[in-house]
């Protein structure tokens, strides 16, 4: 496929040109002006209208918690224990919820999705591209993080058990990296002097890819001292982060700068519906980004639609992030932070052909999607 004569944004140092894409196995094979249509390929006519890298969501929960069903369709939260690390989404997630549909129908195309917050620790999320009817097809990194949670929900769902306050919360955390190490140690001195393995621990042994930093900690966290302690926590035992949320990021903005960790900030097109939210607002992202903070914007569907993802960082601009950073926020941004920029996030030549076609700006909210593009097929029409 030849995509002609659209308005480009490649998302690649902020690089906007009227010109052209093609597509090949799958892949942007080539990206440029003036490009001559091969032999039995077919062309894209693109004039007029505005061409993106499809949009990526770091934190979500789509395909979990289905559409216009309750108990039945909600696998968010194994709340039958605070500590969960050994559950996975990929055994949660419904790839044919309407919900994903209407994702790719807006040009959100890939998205990390997983447990939600009413654990300590939640189990592993996973990143899948919204077309499908398989997730096995669909997920291209799993896991991708292991979920985790401070502040009101464990104290919430937990408190006529066994938790009652925020220092039990992070007692509960570090126990579980503490016991995670020790249980490294004895399989690694097992294996080095040929001893006795360790009891095989499903639930610590889904920890030991964060203790190697193969994958982050997705720290759920609203109040600044809880993202504090997050960061506390993390240079204590050496382990990568997220902090997704992020709601009073604009509080602590330099200690999370100095922290060197991202934010994935929202969602903010909500009602302020507890106390840990007094302070959200969509001038966050703009200031933690002026910081020199990674930043991606969340819907943390379905808290809102994944549908407006785009619609989040339209307003996001509209309290002052620039066009560029909006985009840069449900694009690139959010693929660096899920260590998949090498495929996503931007339209490069050797990248998956992942790609939106509007017949305006996509952070306009009466704008139309006339085509979204996974893999090089195209997998909606407007």
């Known amino acids: 496929m030849l995509i002609k ?6 998302m690649e140092n902020r690089e906007i040109f009227i010109g052209d894409i093609r597509i090949l196995d799958g892949h942007i094979s080539e990206i440029g002006a003036h490009l001559e249509q091969l032999e ?9 209208k505005y061409v993106y890298p499809g949009l990526v969501e770091a934190h979500c929960h789509l395909g979990m918690e289905e559409s ?31 919900t ?28 899948y591209k919204t077309y499908g009817n398989c997730i096995d097809d669909m997920v291209i990194k799993n896991p991708v993080a292991m979920k985790c949670a401070f502040g009101e929900n464990p104290k919430r769902v937990y408190q006529e058990s066994k938790i009652k306050t925020r220092m039990n919360i992070a007692a509960l955390l570090r126990e579980t990296l503490y016991k995670t190490k020790e249980y490294m140690e004895k399989k690694e001195s097992a294996r080095r002097n040929a001893g006795n393995t360790p009891a095989y621990d499903m639930r610590l042994e889904a920890m030991i890819p964060v203790l190697k930093k193969e994958i982050p900690l997705k720290c759920h966290a609203h109040r600044a001292d ?79 639609p994944q549908e407006y993802l785009s619609l989040c960082a339209g ?27 090498n495929r996503l996030g931007s339209l490069k030549a050797g990248k998956d052909a992942d790609i939106v076609i509007c017949d ?3 952070l306009d909210s009466l704008t139309k999607v006339d085509y979204t593009i996974i893999n090089g097929k195209v997998v909606y029409k407007g």
């Open 68 to 98: 216009s069903i309750r108990m039945e369709g909600n696998d968010v939260n194994e709340s039958s224990d605070p500590v969960t690390p050994h559950v996975r989404a990929i055994d949660g997630c419904n790839p044919m919820d309407e």
């Open 360 to 362: 305006g700006s996509i």
């Open 226 to 304: 809880d993202i504090l302690t997050i960061i506390r926590i993390a240079k204590e035992f050496d382990i990568d982060v997220t902090l997704d949320h992020c709601t009073d990021g604009e509080v602590i903005k330099e200690k999370i700068k100095e922290s060197g960790y991202p934010a994935i900030v929202g969602p903010a097109l909500t009602h302020k519906s507890k106390f840990e939210l007094a302070n959200k607002s969509f001038t966050t992202p703009k200031t933690l980004m002026d910081e020199g903070v990674l930043v991606a914007i969340t819907t943390d569907s379905p808290v809102i």
């Open 40 to 48: 039995d390929e077919d062309v894209l006519d693109a004039t007029n």
């Open 5 to 10: 004569n659209g308005k480009i944004y490649t």
């Open 315 to 341: 307003l996001a601009m509209k309290a002052g992030m620039e066009e560029i950073e909006a985009l840069e926020a449900i694009t690139i941004n959010p693929a660096k932070i899920l260590g998949l920029d």
């Open 100 to 127: 994903i549909r209407h994702a790719c129908e807006a040009g959100v195309t890939t998205v990390a999705a997983g447990p939600g917050s009413a654990n300590v620790i939640g189990g592993t999320f996973m990143v």
